[in-house]
Each structure stands twice: as structure tokens, then as C-alpha cells.
């Protein structure tokens, strides 16, 4: 009942908001009336950013209309359909799913893991099936979409292009869920209908293995290094409706207990068929990702390269952010792997996470943070090694044989905009 009525409340505000004009450009959230509750603000600004980000879309194409009734050359032709109520789809968190719902979407992703790979085996031996090519795309890119200006709006048309396989190639009639960090804080990863090992589950933990040592990250690089406790799984996922697949790609850069780190001898992109491992660790979620570190990531950043760097951990500070609390609260091979994480079904749940954050901060200054050069900030390459240009607005995502067309980076930052017509509850 809660999830259906913050549904209407998201449909009202953009309902609302047509045809409106454009709204003054707030930098410091002023709709927001902050509470001592985290959980109560991200709700309200979950429901604030659906009318924000509507207004703003519904403002910027009545300027572009204008702009080129005048004969403004420089207007933009875009050719995707707007936006509208009548195709504005809802994300939803997994655990606000029917089970009905919840089935549906794994036999989708099981749907994808029985398909054949669209890569060419010359290109990725390893890559046996059209979920593979997710898996392939992501480690042949990651050193490019992570530190880097691209990291948000390239991890959202990936997850975009995800949902359409899932939908067009699978006849999935839902949308791409999400993993609400904040509710399994509370409840305990293990608890959560996420992470129960049901049959509606994204399947559980896995086997248990004593006496694991921490993780350690950032030992090799000269930086202070960060202790993370290992969780109370290690092994092959023994419940729920993946504790059969196969993980077929990497791993890369493993992360093992005991500060050591794995990759495949025979390459990355070599076959090298695996169980899917977990290791759960509640406590890093309820350190790194709980509410009142999500609403701080929304709330306090002021630019995109602040909000960015806050969210992936910065360097040194020995914060991993909510980005790196959510993986490596999920642990395991591939969890653990930046290269490879997509390999466990999770990571799309995640990613789903991490948009809805994105999408919350863009609501508290709509036009500055969707539709101007200051959308985006950093460079093309892992922390700028090697160095490398700026990222810019008309910079292409191409996500190789994952599918979908090459995307400006213009064309993606908004969720009502370009291909986008999404919203979050």
C-alpha cells in the first residue's frame, strides 16, 4: 500500500508540473524540510525529485521550441519521443515487489543467462551468453567509466540498456528494481527479501567459511589502507534461484580476505566457469550505506565532482562511500572485483541504487545538474592515469555488445530526457 501510494504521489508531481514553467534552480535542496529521521528525508526527496526533475525537462524543451522558433541553429534535433505520463515508467525497490513481480524479473535474468553471447568468442572467449556481454563490456571499459567524469551517466544507460534486454529480448513487463541500502541496513542483508535465499529472492549468501581475515584495500597503493570485515558467507550460494549459474568471466582484481587479490592467469576475458560466491557483511552496509550516509551524499555535495567522489570513496580517506559500501557489503567472486562485479545479478539492484541517488541530487538543482557543462565533471581515465582529456557533454557512451546505439553523454543525464522516461519510488 506504502509503495502504491508514493507511486501516485510521483505520478501527481509530474502531472502537476506539465506545462509549467521553468522553476528557479535550487542549490541547497530549500523544498526539503530536513527531519532528525534519514529514512523520512530520503522519502520526501524521493517524492520532491520526481516533480523537480519534470519541471525542469517540461522548462528546457519549451526553450528549445523557443529557441527555435527564432532560428536558433544550435538547437538540439533530438529524435527520441518525450516524455510523458501516459510512458513514464516507475522503479521500484525489490523488497515493494510482489513476488509474482519479483519472479518475473528472475526469469528474465535467467532468460539472458540462456541466451547465446552476441560478442565474437575472438574478442571474449569467455563470454557464453547474452548476460556474459554485460560482464565483457564492463571489464573491457572499467578503467575508463570509474574516477572518471562518464562514471554516473555511463553506469545509468548500461543499467538502461540492461532493462531493455530484459524487457525486448526476454519479455520482462517490469522495470529494473533497486536495492534500497538504507532498509537492509536495518533489517541485516541476510533478513531482507532481497538476500533470504527464497525463490523470490536475488538468491543468498553463500556457504559459510570460518575464521576468514579482513578485508584490506589499498595496501599496494601507498594509501592508508581500509579494514574491512569479512562477512558470514565466503563460499558458493547455496539458496535461491542462482545457486546454480556460472560465473564465466575474470576474475580480474579479486579482492581476498587477507589483503591478497586474484585475477585469471588466462586472461580476463578467458573462460574460467565458477560458482557464484557471496559473503554478506551487514556490518560494512550499515558503516558505509546506511540512511544517514545516503541522505549526506544527496544533501551535502554541492558540485557533480564533490557529489562523485563522496559517492565512490575518496582516496585516502578511508571512507569506501556508498558505491563501495554496497559492494563490498555483497563481498564475494564476482562482488568483490570492480572489473567483474556485474557477473553477480545483484550488481543491476545496486546500480539501480546508485542511480536513484543521482537522480535525488539532480531534483535540488535540476537544470545545473542535468542539462549544463556543470553535470558533469573528471577526465576520461581511473583518476585521470594516464592522464587524459576532460570528460565533455557530447562525449559518446558505446557499450559495445551489450547492444543499444552510441549515446552523447547530453543525452543521459536525465531520467525524462533522451531514451530516459523513468522515475523512482
Known amino acids: 500500500m506504502r509503495a502504491t501510494c508514493l507511486a501516485v504521489l510521483a505520478l501527481q508531481a509530474a502531472s502537476a508540473v506539465l506545462g509549467s514553467p521553468v522553476p ?3 542549490e541547497d535542496g ?13 522519502e520526501q526527496l524521493q517524492t520532491l525529485a520526481a516533480e523537480a526533475l519534470q519541471k525542469a525537462q517540461e522548462g528546457v524543451s519549451e526553450d528549445e521550441a523557443a529557441r527555435k522558433k527564432r532560428g536558433d541553429t544550435s538547437v538540439d534535433k533530438r529524435s527520441d519521443p518525450p516524455c510523458t505520463l501516459l510512458n513514464l515508467k516507475i522503479r521500484r525497490e525489490w523488497g515493494a515487489l510482489s513476488k509474482a513481480e519479483r519472479t518475473s524479473y528472475i526469469n528474465a535474468v535467467k532468460c539472458l543467462q540462456s541466451k547465446p553471447a552476441k ?7 569467455g563470454a557464453k551468453t547474452r548476460f556474459d556481454d ?16 562518464n ?6 544507460y548500461y543499467v538502461w540498456i540492461y532493462e531493455q534486454a530484459l524487457q525486448q529480448e526476454c519479455g520482462y513487463k517490469g522495470t529494473q528494481p533497486y536495492w534500497d541500502w538504507a532498509k537492509t ?11 533470504d535465499g527464497s525463490a523470490t529472492s536475488m538468491s543468498g549468501n553463500g556457504a559459510k567459511i570460518d575464521n576468514q581475515p579482513d578485508i584490506v584495500l589499498g595496501a599496494s597503493t601507498g594509501l592508508p589502507p581500509v579494514y574491512l570485515p569479512a562477512g558470514t558467507g565466503g563460499g558458493c550460494v547455496t539458496s535461491g534461484p542462482f545457486k546454480d ?3 564465466n568471466l575474470g576474475p580480474v582484481a579479486l579482492d581476498l580476505p587477507g589483503g591478497t587479490s586474484a585475477g585469471n592467469p588466462a586472461g580476463a576475458l578467458a573462460y574460467n566457469p565458477r560458482c557464484l560466491k557471496r559473503d554478506l557483511t551487514t556490518k560494512i552496509n550499515q558503516k558505509y550505506a546506511n540512511a544517514t550516509a545516503i541522505l549526506s551524499n544527496i544533501l551535502n555535495p554541492k558540485t557533480v565532482e564533490a557529489f562523485q567522489m563522496q559517492m565512490q570513496g575518496i582516496p585516502g580517506s578511508g571512507n569506501i562511500g556508498i558505491h563501495g559500501g554496497g559492494h563490498y557489503s555483497l563481498g564475494g567472486d564476482p562482488g568483490r572485483d570492480v572489473f567483474t562485479s556485474p557477473g553477480d545479478p545483484a550488481f543491476y539492484l545496486l546500480h539501480g541504487m ?3 541517488t543521482w537522480w535525488m541530487w539532480q531534483s535540488l538543482s535540476p537544470i545545473t545538474r542535468q542539462f549544463t557543462s556543470s553535470a558533469i565533471s573528471g577526465t576520461n581515465t581511473f583518476m585521470n592515469s594516464p592522464a587524459s582529456p576532460n570528460t565533455t557533454l557530447t562525449d559518446f557512451i558505446d557499450l559495445g555488445f551489450s547492444g543499444g546505439p552510441n549515446r552523447q553523454i547530453k543525452d543521459v543525464l536525465s531520467t525524462v530526457s533522451g531514451p530516459f522516461c523513468y522515475v523512482y519510488i
Open 24 to 26: 528557479q534552480d535550487q
Open 30 to 42: 530549500s523544498s526539503l524540510v530536513v527531519t532528525s529521521d534519514p529514512a523520512v528525508d530520503l
Open 119 to 125: 560478442t565474437p568468442a575472438q574478442l571474449a572467449p
Open 134 to 149: 554485460f560482464v565483457a563490456t564492463h571489464i573491457n571499459q572499467t578503467l575508463e567509466i570509474h574516477y572518471t567524469g
Open 151 to 156: 562514471f554516473l551517466s555511463w553506469h545509468r
Open 185 to 195: 541496513a536495518v533489517t541485516g542483508l541476510e533478513s531482507s527479501p532481497i538476500f
Open 245 to 247: 549459474m556460472s560465473v
Open 354 to 356: 546508485i542511480d536513484r
